[in-house]
């Protein structure tokens, strides 16, 4: 039986994410890496500029914010 398969990505393997609940710094990274797409996806926003102009960008501070609570979540999950 083969692994399940998800938009053509492999899902996290579960020592990695052992790694990462156990506080390993290049494990987070790697959950953080998986989820980097979805993170920007989510943090998407339109702006436009002063001729009205609509322009799609990355709201960093939702960004940042969101890294910090998947870190979190991480770290302190039981």
């Known amino acids: 039986m083969s692994s399940p398969i ?3 990505r492999e899902p996290l ?3 990695v994410i052992h790694a990462a609940k156990a506080g390993n710094g ?3 990274e ?3 890496w ?3 797409s979805y993170i ?6 339109m702006l436009y500029d002063e001729t009205g ?3 799609r960008c990355v709201d960093e501070y939702m960004k940042r914010r969101l890294e910090a609570k998947l870190t979190q979540a991480i770290i302190f999950m039981n």
């Not at 920007?40 to 926003?45: E, G, S, Y």
Request: proline letters at 8%.
């Open 6 to 8: 998800y938009k053509g």
């Open 53 to 55: 102009c609509p322009h």
């Open 13 to 15: 393997p579960l020592t």
């Open 26 to 28: 290049e494990a987070i």
């Open 40 to 45: 920007n996806k989510l943090c998407t926003r």
């Open 34 to 36: 998986y989820y980097r």
């Open 30 to 32: 790697q959950v953080l």
